[in-house]
């Protein structure tokens, strides 16, 4: 899975509390390296354009 497969896996499902850390942690073992979730309306757009 690349990137942008995972981006907008995360966008078009409305996830729980539970399941985002399911996927934060699956990508923190797949990545070897810790991982931080947000939600986009939380990014500043200085960072979405980055994306």
Avoid: C, W
């Amino acid at each position: 899975m690349n990137r942008d497969e995972i981006l907008n896996l995360l966008r078009v499902h409305k996830a729980t509390l539970s399941k985002r850390f399911g996927v934060q942690f699956y990508l923190e073992d797949l990545l070897g390296r810790p991982v931080n979730l947000v939600t986009d309306k939380a990014l500043r757009t200085e960072i979405t354009s980055l994306l």
